[in-house]
C-alpha cells in the first residue's frame, strides 16, 4: 500500500519535506531499514556519525569498506576525530534478525581541510517589518578563509514566504549579485502566522557553501505598540513571543497552536487585560491567531475578546485545550485603543494558558523601523571598458580611509558629512581614458540622489551638464603624500538604469582622472 504524507501540521515538521511511502509485508519477521546512513562531509579532525534506522531488527554490524568494525554493534557509528585517511571510506550496516538479514546502503565519508565560507547579510535589518507594496531590499557578502572575500558570482539569494510549518517560493534561487530587491505582494496578508524569509548561499572555490537566513516579520506586531494602564494577568507575567508558562518571567516556550510554532505574539494566561494606544494612527486589521496553548494538552478553557475604544468587537465563545485554533481579524481603522481581554471559561483558571499567535495590528503609520523605500540598493553594474571591469564593485558604508580605486591605493582622506555611510561603487583609476559614449550603468531600487565627484579644474565631461547640481561640497583622495581635490556634483534618478557617461575631460591628459559615485 502507498501512501502520501503532506508532512504539515507539526511543530517538527520541515517545509518542503513531504513523502511518497510503501507499507510491506516481510514475512518472517525479518528486519526492514527504514532510514539509510547518509553520505557526510566534516572538516579534518572533525567528528563525523553515521546512524540507521530499521524496523524489526536485534542486531546491527557495521562495515568500513566491507569489512566488519569491531565493537560497532549500535544504531550508530562514530568517528571521533577523522584524518585524511578517513576520506572516500564507505560506511554500510549489516541488520539482523531472528527472520534474516538485510543490508544498508553505502555512505561515503568526505574530509577536507577546506573551511566553509562565511556568509553576511547587511540588510534587511533582523528587527525590520513589512507591509504589502513595500519595496524590500536586500545586501549581504561573503568571505572566505583560504579565498578571502568572494565576488559576486559566487553569492545566491533566495526568498520565501513562510506560512505556519510551510513555505511559498517567491524569489527562486538567484546568483551573481551581493545586493537586490523586490516588492511584496498582498500575498496571505490577512494570515496571523505568516513572514518572509531570505536566504544567502555563498560558494567558495572549491565547492563548500553556507546558507544564512534572515527572517522578516509584517507590521506591526502588537508588542510594538505603547501599553496603557497596567497589564492584567491570571498567573505570572504576560510574555512577549512565548507562552505563558509559569510565574517567572520569559519562562514560556515557543508559542504552539494546532501544533504549529509562532515566533511572535503574547502568551497570557486567564484572566488578562492587556491594552494598547493605536492613537488613530492604523487603517488596516487587528490580526491574530488564538486558542489555549499546546502546553496544556486538552486542559484549561477559555473566552478572548477584542475591545476598540470600549467596544466589543469579538467573542470567540469557550475555546478548550485540544481545540482547533481561531483566527481574528477586526478592522480597527481610526480607533485610539485595542483591549485584548481573556476570561476563564467557567471551570476555574488552572492550565488557562491562551495565546494571541502572530498577532499584529496592520495599515498603521509611525513604524517601528525607517521605512525601508528610502534605502537605495545597487545591483547590476555593468562597466563597458572591459580592460578594468574587474576592479569595479560596488560597495556600502563609505568612510574615511576606504580605497577608491580597485587598481590603485588611493584612499578617501576626508568626506563631507552628506556622503559619510552612503553606498557607493569603487571605480578604476584607469577607466579614465575610456572614450565610449557610456562607461558605467547600475540599476537602483528606488529613487535616489547619485553623487559623484570630479577634478573639475579644467572643465566636465559633457555628460555632467544642467541636470546635475553642484553642492558646493569637495572630497580630498591621497596616495603617498599626494593628495588631490574633488568637486561633488548630484543629480536625482528614478528607480530603475542609471548610466554615466567616460571620465574623459578637455584639457591636458594630466588632468584627466576618474570618478566617483556615490548613492544616498
Not at 502507498?2 to 519477521?29: C, E
Not at 546491527?60 to 568517528?79: C, E, H, K, M, T
Not at 478548550?320 to 485610539?336: E, F, Q, S
Amino acid at each position: 500500500m502507498y501512501y502520501l504524507a503532506r508532512n504539515q501540521g507539526s511543530a517538527t515538521a520541515v517545509p518542503g519535506a513531504g513523502t511518497l511511502s510503501k507499507i510491506i509485508y516481510v514475512g518472517g519477521n525479518a528486519p526492514n531499514i527504514t532510514s539509510n546512513p547518509s553520505n557526510t562531509t566534516v572538516m579534518l579532525g572533525a567528528g563525523a556519525t553515521f546512524s540507521i534506522s530499521a524496523d524489526g531488527a536485534t542486531k546491527f554490524q557495521w562495515q568500513r569498506n566491507g569489512v566488519d568494525l569491531p565493537n560497532a554493534q549500535a544504531g550508530s557509528y562514530s568517528i571521533a576525530a577523522t584524518t585524511m585517511a578517513d576520506n572516500g571510506a564507505r560506511f554500510r550496516v549489516i541488520v539482523s534478525s531472528a527472520g534474516g538479514n538485510v543490508v544498508s546502503t553505502e555512505a561515503i565519508l568526505t574530509v577536507t581541510n577546506n573551511r566553509p565560507p562565511v556568509a553576511t547579510i547587511t540588510f534587511p535589518a533582523a528587527d525590520m517589518q513589512f507591509a504589502p507594496g513595500q519595496i524590500i531590499n536586500f545586501d549581504g557578502s561573503g568571505t572566505d578563509a583560504e579565498d578571502g572575500v568572494l565576488p559576486a558570482s559566487a553569492l545566491s539569494w533566495k526568498v520565501d514566504f513562510q506560512h505556519d510549518t510551510h513555505a511559498h517560493a517567491f524569489v527562486a534561487p538567484t546568483a551573481g549579485m551581493k545586493s537586490g530587491s523586490f516588492t511584496v505582494p498582498a500575498f496571505e496578508e490577512n494570515e496571523a502566522n505568516m513572514w518572509i524569509r531570505i536566504s544567502l548561499t555563498v560558494t567558495d572555490a572549491s565547492g563548500a557553501s553556507t546558507t544564512l537566513s534572515r527572517n522578516i516579520f509584517p507590521g506591526r506586531q502588537i508588542s510594538q505598540f505603547s501599553l496603557l494602564g497596567t497589564p492584567v494577568n491570571g498567573w505570572g507575567p504576560y510574555e512577549v513571543d512565548r507562552s505563558n508558562g509559569e510565574d517567572g518571567a520569559t519562562d514560556g516556550r515557543t508559542i504552539a497552536l494546532s501544533g504549529v510554532p509562532y515566533l511572535h505574539g503574547l502568551g497570557v494566561h486567564a484572566p488578562s487585560e492587556l491594552r494598547f494606544a493605536l492613537n488613530s494612527q492604523c487603517t488596516g486589521n487587528f490580526i491574530a491567531d488564538i486558542g489555549v496553548d499546546n502546553e496544556s494538552g486538552k486542559l484549561g478553557s477559555v473566552v478572548f475578546q477584542v475591545y476598540l475604544d470600549n467596544v466589543k468587537v469579538y467573542d470567540s465563545g469557550t475555546v478548550r485545550g485540544g481545540d482547533p485554533r481561531k483566527t481574528v481579524n477586526v478592522n480597527v481603522a481610526g480607533k485610539k485603543e485595542l483591549r485584548l481581554a481573556v476570561n476563564d471559561a467557567g471551570d476555574g483558571i488552572t492550565s488557562d494558558h491562551a495565546d494571541w499567535g502572530g498577532a499584529r495590528v496592520s495599515g498603521c503609520s509611525t513604524p517601528s523601523t525607517p521605512p525601508q523605500e528610502t534605502i537605495a540598493a545597487i545591483s547590476n553594474l555593468q562597466v563597458f571598458d572591459t580592460a578594468t571591469t574587474a576592479y569595479w564593485s560596488i560597495q556600502s558604508n563609505l568612510k574615511v580611509g576606504n580605497t577608491v580605486y580597485g587598481d590603485r591605493v588611493y584612499t578617501f582622506a576626508s568626506l563631507p558629512a552628506l556622503l559619510t555611510d552612503g553606498k557607493w561603487i569603487r571605480t578604476a583609476n584607469d577607466a579614465r581614458s575610456f572614450t565610449g559614449p557610456t562607461l558605467v550603468n547600475f540599476w537602483l531600487s528606488v529613487a535616489a540622489d547619485v553623487y559623484v565627484a570630479l577634478d573639475n579644474r579644467v572643465g566636465l565631461p559633457g555628460w555632467v551638464n544642467s541636470s546635475w547640481a553642484d553642492t558646493g561640497a569637495d572630497l580630498t583622495t591621497k596616495e603617498g603624500a599626494y593628495t588631490q581635490r574633488f568637486r561633488i556634483f548630484k543629480k536625482r534618478f528614478n528607480a530603475g538604469m542609471v548610466s554615466l557617461g567616460s571620465a574623459k575631460q578637455p584639457g591636458p591628459d594630466r588632468y584627466v582622472s576618474m570618478y566617483m559615485i556615490i548613492v544616498k
